[in-house]
Each structure stands twice: as C-alpha cells, then as structure tokens.
C-alpha cells in the first residue's frame, strides 16, 4: 500500500498561484482542491491515464492526455506558469532534466517548481520489499540526482523538506523496528559509513525558484489557545507561508523552543494569548527569545480588557515586553498602540472557498443557523421577536444551533436541532460549517460594547461562503456587511423581525443576497489573497529589528523598573 496515496498535494503548491500545471494530475484530486484555496486559478493537469483524465476535466480547467517526455506547453496555451508541479511517473523518465529545463523558462517573476518524491530508502519501503512485495513506489529517482539535475536546469533549490506520515507512530514504537533501525546505524557506524537519510521520511518536497530565493525565514508560533482562534489566526496562515521559498513554520502548543532555528537568519516567534504569571518568568521568557535574535510578536484578536485584571498586574508588559503585536481588527489595534505601538493588523479570512450551496427545494422548511459562544447578553434582546416570528411560521423555518445550549433553549419551537460534542461542547470546525452550509440564513446578533467592537466580522464570511445570508448586528458587521446586498443588518428588535420575515418570504431574495456575497469572499477575502503580506511584514520588521530592541528594553524598563531584559 502507497503510504501516503490518500494525502492531499494541495498544501504544497504556493496558494497565490494562478497559473498551475501539474504533471501527472491523475484524476484532478490535486487540482480541486487547490481550486477552492485559489479559485481564480488557471490549472492545468496532465496525464496519460485516459479514464482517469476524463474525470480529471469535470474539475480543472483543463486536463491533456500527454507522454513525458514531449509536452509542449506553448500548444496548450501556456506560455507562462506560477507553479510547476512534478509527481509520480512524471519522476525520472528520460530526459526528463531537458523537459524541466524547457518548461521551468516558462516560469513567472516568483514562480516556482515543486517537486515530490518518494524516498526509496523509507521504512516501509524497505519492509515492503524484504518481504517479498512490490515496491510501494518507482524508485528511479534519488533525491541526490533531483537536486543535481535541477542545478543543471539551471533552478536554485530553495528547500529540501522531508515529511513524515502520521501513521507510523505505532510502527515506530515497535520494539522490533526499533532494534533494526539501531543495529542499521551500528553496522553504518562500525564501517565508517555516515547515515545521511531518514528512514521514516516517506518522501521529500523539493522546491526549486529561478534566480536567488530571499533569505531563509523561521516563523514559530507559540499556541496558548488552540480550540478556537488558533486554526484561522496561526495555523492556516503558516501553512500557506511555509510554501513560500525559504520560508520554514512551526507551531507548539504551550511552549516555544529558542533553539530551534539553526541556520536561519531570519526568525519570528510568534506567542498567542499567554498570560504571563509573574514578572521573573516574564522576563526570562522576554530575555530568552530577544537575545537569542529572535523577532518576537505578541498576538491576540480579542479585546484585552476581557482579561483586565490579568494584563495589568504586571503593567501589559505582555504587549509592551515583545517587539511587536499582531491582531485582527483596526479597533483592537488602536487600544493595543497605548502598549506597543507597532501593531500589525492581519484581518480574518477563509483558507478555502466552499463550494457552492445547492438551493433546497421550494418546499422545504428555511433552515436558520446560529453558532456561537457565551452570547446571552447579545442575543436576548432579539430572542422574543425571534420566538414570535417562529410561532407564526410554524414548521416552514427550522432552527439549527450549534455551541450555545441556552440560546437552543430559549426558542419557543419544537423545530429545532442542537449540535454539540462531549466536554465543553466545541464540535469539530468541520462540523460547524457542515451545519452553517446547510442553512439558509446565519443571526448574528452583537450588542454595541467595547469588547464587541474589537471583534472580527468572521462569522459574516464564513456565512457568506457557505452560502448563507447574514442577518447582523451594526457592531462589528457594518463595517464589512452591505445592507441588502451581501447581507442584512438591523438596528433594533422590531427591525430584526421585519427584516427575518422578508428573508423568510422571498426565496429570490435570499438567493441573490447569498450570491453577491459569495462573490464578495471569492474575490477579496481568502487567504490565498493576502498571507503574502503577513510575510512582507515580518520581514519589513525584522530590517529593523536593533531599533525595535532598543524600544522594546526601554518600555521594560519603565514598567519594571531596573529589570531589564
């Protein structure tokens, strides 16, 4: 069995690409996937599967039967590319360096060549043929001579990532493996051999630009919340950094490791939403990380004032004692700036586009959605106009509510339905969004306060890519949120009610509204569109990185008196 036949290469291929040509795109599995993260790219796929191609066109722009090698691209229509995408028997065939010499001319100012290959010498490979078994893969192709011939095409090898496959964590716990692996790296050892490969790297990623790649980039995130804000605010946007050229992620949860950036010259540690306990550790941490020369970022994207108390015991040296800070929202920055004034403003956004939401018949109930936490004070001014309206539509609206139990409680209709999970409740993300994509109408109500106005307009467009209509609060969603257009907001209850009816009543309405909404996030909020920028910043940061120190100690300074980091 291919150890990782059922992975997805999306994750891969550079997000901002808009031009993509895969050889060896099978039956577009690759390329549907990377559409809904950059839907407005050109990809094109390649194969000489004919069934397999014949799916492969239903999904990507296009799909050419074609041998390797003896593509021309320039026949397609291609006469530039964003991104090269090498796999499978596409490795190794003959004259295959000429080929990627022609075809990597083709490549765009910041285009790149990834290629994956499989390792001949992975663990399970070796297993597999020992036992008498087919090989999992051709190995025809060494990484030695990919990284040879791709200097020879002239490309410069920007990384070489090995990676791993999550279920081999039980093969590598095996006290069996275990005395193999050992008496292998002996034997290399007692005859002078140097052991250079990893035997559990199931394959290496191998990414190659035209010209000189930027310095080399460490971005650590330091997860200190990891139910909710991490997936969208770390550890999407790392992913889709990680695919740049030289730039390298890592995340770990509740801790950070200083040390872990050997030959970079360049590094971020970004920590999120810790409280520090004590000035002492505050310090040793802030002193760690900003002598070792790394660029330190604080990031939260909820209003500090919730944890008051907290913050201020040790004078907000949480924000002031890093070099920088990074949120969500303008408001949130503004009050931040009174403790750092560098703040770095990275809206929300979605990784992928779902896709689009087939109307449900004519007959059929309106399903209504609302998903949240801890919101009782913002949604009980509307819930009695909310029970009024569902008393008087009977069982052609139904409600579905995910998270809040109380809010499920407080609606007056036995059309309801409750999502929730063990625990605290927080069902998986995929299963919220199941529920928001099968719902015709989202409600998110927001009170006018001071913790609100820091928050994001997330909820909107996550509504508005599932193909649900938002009806909003004015806090936070004004902002965002065109009023009939792309969504619906009210300013009071009896508003709410009015504007809930219409929405139930006219189909042709809510169908429009969510379209032009869809369209909205399809254009200018994914994140294919914008984690460029977080990079950009980083960088731009850390060219002046010995004046951010030098601002940094002095806030320590006067909030800690002669501690100093």
């Not at 997000?15 to 790219?41: D, M, S, Y």
């Not at 051999?193 to 995130?221: C, F, N």
């Not at 032009?516 to 920028?533: D, F, I, P, W």
């Amino acid at each position: 069995m291919n150890a990782f036949a059922m992975e997805s290469f999306a994750v891969f291929l550079p997000p901002q690409a808009r031009t993509v040509v895969e050889f060896g795109c099978g039956n577009g599995a690759t390329g549907r996937e990377f559409l809904r993260i950059q839907p407005q790219c050109r990809y094109v796929g390649f194969d000489t599967d004919e069934a397999l191609l014949a799916e492969a066109a239903g999904c990507l722009s296009q799909a050419q039967w074609a041998p390797f090698p003896g593509i021309r691209l320039e026949r397609h229509g291609i006469t530039s590319a964003d991104c090269l995408f090498f796999h499978g028997a596409f490795m190794g065939r003959r004259d295959w360096i000429k080929e990627v010499r022609r075809h990597c001319a083709l490549l765009s100012e910041g285009g790149q060549a990834v290629f994956v290959l499989g390792h001949p010498g992975y663990v399970r490979h070796v297993l597999s043929l020992m036992l008498g078994r087919p090989p999992l893969w051709d190995s025809s192709l060494t990484l030695p001579e990919l990284l040879r011939g791709l200097s020879e095409a002239g490309l410069t090898v920007a990384d070489v990532r090995p990676q791993r496959v999550a279920e081999d964590a039980a093969l590598r716990n095996d006290p069996a493996i275990q005395r193999l692996m050992e008496s292998l790296v002996d034997y290399c050892r007692d005859h002078a051999m140097e052991v250079k490969t990893d035997v559990w790297a199931a394959r290496h990623i191998v990414r190659a630009v035209r010209g000189t790649p930027p310095p080399k980039l460490y971005i650590q995130s330091s997860v200190w919340e990891a139910r909710v804000t991490a997936r969208v605010r770390l550890l999407e946007p790392a992913a889709f950094m990680a695919t740049l050229p030289g730039v390298t992620c890592a995340t770990r949860v509740m801790s950070a490791d200083s040390q872990a950036s050997a030959g970079f010259p360049d590094r971020v540690m970004i920590v999120q939403r810790i409280l520090f306990r004590d000035v002492k550790p505050a310090m040793d941490f802030l002193r760690q990380f900003r002598r070792a020369g790394w660029l330190l970022i604080y990031e939260i994207d909820d209003n500090p004032a919730n944890w008051q108390d907290a913050f201020a015991l040790f004078h907000w040296l949480e924000f002031a004692g890093c070099h920088a800070v990074q949120v969500s929202t303008e408001p949130l920055a503004d009050i931040l700036r009174q403790y750092n004034p560098h703040v770095l403003v990275f809206p929300n956004h979605l990784r992928e586009l779902p896709d689009p939401r087939t109307p449900a018949p004519e007959d059929a109930p309106v399903e209504i959605f609302y998903g949240a936490l801890n919101r009782e004070s913002d949604w009980a001014p509307v819930m009695p106009e909310l029970n009024r309206v569902l008393g008087e539509y009977g069982g052609r609206v139904k409600m579905r509510v995910v998270y809040d139990r109380q809010f499920f409680d407080a609606l007056e209709t036995e059309h309801k339905t409750f999502l929730t999970a063990e625990g605290d409740g927080l069902i998986p993300y995929e299963a919220y969004a199941r529920a928001m994509h099968a719902s015709d109408i989202a409600l998110m109500p927001l009170l006018d306060t001071e913790f609100n106005r820091m928050k994001s307009d997330l909820k909107f467009i996550e509504a508005a890519g599932h193909g649900a209509v938002a009806l909003a609060s004015p806090t936070v969603y004004a902002s965002t949120v065109r009023d009939g257009r792309t969504g619906f907001l009210y300013a009071n209850p009896e508003e709410f009610g009015a504007k809930l009816r219409m929405l139930l009543d006219d189909r042709q309405l809510r169908q429009e509204v969510a379209e032009t909404a869809y369209g909205y996030v399809r254009r200018e909020r994914l994140l294919s569109q914008h984690y460029q920028g977080r990079v950009d910043a980083y960088r731009e940061l850390l060219a002046n990185l010995p004046e951010l120190e030098r601002e940094a100690d002095e806030r320590v300074k006067s909030l800690a008196g002669d501690a100093s980091c």
